[in-house]
């Protein structure tokens, strides 16, 4: 009984400063938003941040698009759950920056203006492929986006401790998950039509130091109960766990199943299938991408993502610390009773060790620091979605199509942010409805969109004389639907006990994970879409080349 | 072979400043060998590097799903070759990406320099 009231003061007193910190961090910025605001005048302000920030701004806010919470919440609780399987997530994750650094980033800041179609459609027919460049956008970013944003009232609602059958301010479980997400909708819309790129990239600036500072407090006084000896920290997580092969692959991904050879091989070929969505999607994904236009040229593109793949790397090393530590100190059951995922393995983590170091209260603040740095990776990324959307409906679709390029910059940006409103309200009225149901596929699914349907055609502009439109549409609408069509009929939607459609089978693809079928397939359609049209323009080829590598005739910094 | 143009578009691509690039230009400057240097400086890095690193990163891949004896093997303490493996993942992105820098640096900024000095000289010349 005692127990019990002291739980709950804890709960109280860690909800009242995780709710002070999270106000804090809003009204914070909330001011950035409307600072950035004032500043925001031309297309390229709304579009590109005017251009002008510096390759660590920009590696910043790379890395502020990038930790979401999937990524940090999420690989800490596998790491914590199934041990060795979560820090191969996120060498995927992060060795898939080599491919935007090596063959995208340079040369797509050369040759476009705002969007990933700038680069798509530069040497084809503007409007069917900016139609499709803008139609993979918006597919990818939604997917994305609705993944993380019901993955954020459930997280909002476990932050908070409010537990089943527990009451917060008159909210029970339920109702706080619904006001999570219309409260994270609202404030990503907010950031993106006041702030437009210049206040979204400060908002994610400032949230990857929030981040980044939270997790390595953590990361250091976690080391610090095991007088920094990592070794140590991984065999008591093993030992912990209570399952053996903690510290080797094979407890969540290719899955060896006992008597069933078939079984077996479809786990570990999905196992690849997912490696190749997590190395080939990033370069791909639209929100990424338009980061590179927020630099004033070429070299601060490169400089950005070496700043990005070093706060990126350093923050994944620091989740493997996180993920061992909540298995050795939280432990497998605790973190199962919280949630099934892992999800909160990360914050049981912060609790337990600042309880350890300085007592209750120092639990209570320890938590809500880390409540709060998982608040701003949702925040900041759903942001990033949200504009990437809305300058790909403004830009590709309403101006190049619509208006067939002859809408004023003006016009861009007025229609960018009715989009990113109509954007935050769909995504807001499919998160709500969605919520009942497991969409964390969604953030792989895009991830293997964004390697079928996008790297493949970005890379054959680029390098491959002969590519037409003909060839990127097929790539595109190739990679699109074949990435979609087999995880609709995998065991992902139906026919397991852990689909989406329960009590339904027609699931006839045995992978999850589409990417090693679909990248192929999407490579193939560009490659024999091209191949029977006879479409062939060198001269626009070689303007993109030269632009693209010397950087002649890029677009420059807006001047202020 | 036959060539066919794509057809007039309504809306031709963003070309920056305007004047800084124009079709006539950048089709010499393509056969250029200052433009010839510079593509082949940079397709020489890019693409062997690309190669080189995604064959490394399958292979960990491939051993995780096939080579779980292997991966397993511990080599000291808690220590075992996934982890190590899994590591030097981590050490050859970052250390790709410094040494790319480096060569960019050095090879690709200088020759990308010269390309753009050539076509300003060229567009000075003709006017």
Avoid at chain 1, 126 to 151: D, K, N, W
Avoid at chain 1, 202 to 212: D, G, H, N, T
Avoid at chain 1, 231 to 251: K, R, V
Avoid at chain 1, 488 to 495: A, E, K, L, R
Wanted: aromatic residues 10%; glycine residues 10%.
């Amino acid at each position: 009984m005692i127990e019990l009231a002291q739980e709950a003061t804890t709960n109280e007193s860690s909800r009242l400063v995780t709710v002070v910190l999270f106000s804090l961090m809003v009204a914070a910025t909330l001011g950035i938003t409307v600072w950035a605001g004032r500043q925001t005048k031309s297309a390229t302000d709304f579009h590109s941040g005017g251009r002008s920030f510096s390759p660590l701004q920009n590696g910043l806010a790379i890395g502020s698009d990038y930790m979401s919470a999937a990524s940090f919440l999420g690989i800490a609780g596998m790491i914590a759950l199934f041990g060795y399987d979560g820090f191969l997530y996120s060498i995927g994750f992060l060795v898939a920056w080599l491919v935007a650094l090596l063959l995208v980033a340079e040369l797509l800041r050369n040759s476009g203006r705002y969007t990933m179609g700038d680069v798509l459609s530069f040497r084809m027919q503007q409007r069917p492929v900016r139609t499709a460049a803008s139609v993979s956008t918006l597919v990818v970013s939604i997917f994305y986006l609705l993944a993380q944003m019901v993955g954020a009232g459930a997280l909002i609602a476990l932050l908070l401790g409010i537990q089943e059958g527990q009451t917060f301010l008159g909210m029970d479980a339920a109702t706080a998950k619904i006001v999570g997400i219309v409260v994270v909708g609202l404030l990503m819309t907010v950031y993106v039509t006041f702030g437009g790129m210049k206040g979204t990239t400060w908002v994610q600036i400032v949230k990857a130091v929030i981040l980044m500072s939270g997790a390595a407090l953590l990361t250091v006084l976690t080391l610090s109960l095991y007088g920094f000896n990592l070794g140590a920290l991984m065999g008591d997580a093993a030992q912990a766990s209570g399952q053996s092969g903690f510290l080797e692959p094979g407890l969540r991904y290719g899955v060896e199943v006992e008597g069933d050879a078939i079984q077996t091989m479809w786990n570990k070929l999905d196992l690849i299938s997912l490696g190749l969505a997590l190395v080939l999607g990033t370069a791909g994904l639209p929100h990424i991408l338009i980061r590179f236009y927020t630099v004033p040229d070429s070299q601060s593109a490169r400089k950005s993502v070496n700043w990005g793949i070093g706060l990126i790397g350093t923050f994944y090393l620091m989740t493997l610390v996180l993920g061992f530590g909540a298995a050795a100190l939280v432990g497998h059951e605790a973190i199962r009773a919280q949630d099934a995922a892992g999800n909160t393995a990360a914050p049981q983590l912060a609790q337990t060790v600042g309880e350890t170091i300085g007592g209750e209260m120092a639990g209570a603040v320890l938590l809500a620091i880390i409540a709060s740095a998982a608040f701003a990776a949702i925040l900041s990324t759903v942001a990033g979605l949200v504009i990437a959307s809305s300058s790909s409906l403004a830009h590709d679709f309403y101006n190049s199509v619509i208006r067939r390029g002859k809408a004023t910059g003006s016009e861009e940006v007025k229609v960018a942010k009715i989009a990113a409103l109509a954007v935050g309200v769909v995504a807001i009225v499919l998160a709500i409805f969605a919520q009942g149901l497991n969409v964390a596929f969604l953030v792989a699914l895009a991830f293997a969109i964004a390697a079928s349907a996008n790297l493949p055609t970005i890379l054959l502009s680029l390098f491959w004389k002969r590519f037409n439109t003909r060839g990127a549409l097929a790539g595109i609408y190739g990679g699109l639907i074949s990435a979609v069509g087999l995880v609709f009929f995998s065991p992902v939607v139906s026919g397991s006990e852990t689909a989406l459609i329960s009590g339904a089978d027609f699931a006839w693809f045995p992978l999850p994970n589409p990417a090693l079928v679909s990248v192929p397939i999407s490579i193939l359609c560009a490659v024999v879409g091209t191949l029977t049209s006879k479409e062939q323009d060198f001269e626009k080829f070689a303007l993109l080349q030269v632009r693209a590598l010397s950087g002649a005739g890029a677009e420059k910094a807006s001047e202020h | 072979m036959t060539i066919e143009r794509s057809p007039k578009d309504p809306s031709p691509p963003p070309n920056g400043d305007g004047s800084a690039l124009s079709a006539e230009a950048a089709v010499a400057m393509h056969s250029d060998p200052r433009f010839q240097l510079l593509k082949q400086r940079l397709y020489r890095f890019i693409f062997p590097a690309s190669a080189a690193f995604l064959a490394w990163y399958l292979l960990y891949v491939l051993m995780s799903a096939f080579g779980r004896d292997v991966m397993g093997t511990v080599l000291f303490g808690n220590v075992n070759v996934a982890l190590v493996f899994g590591v030097l993942q981590f050490a050859s992105t970052f250390g790709i990406a410094v040494w790319y820098t480096l060569y960019a640096r050095r090879n690709l900024d200088p020759a990308a320099a010269d390309v753009r000095e050539a076509l300003q000289q060229n567009r000075e010349d003709a006017s």
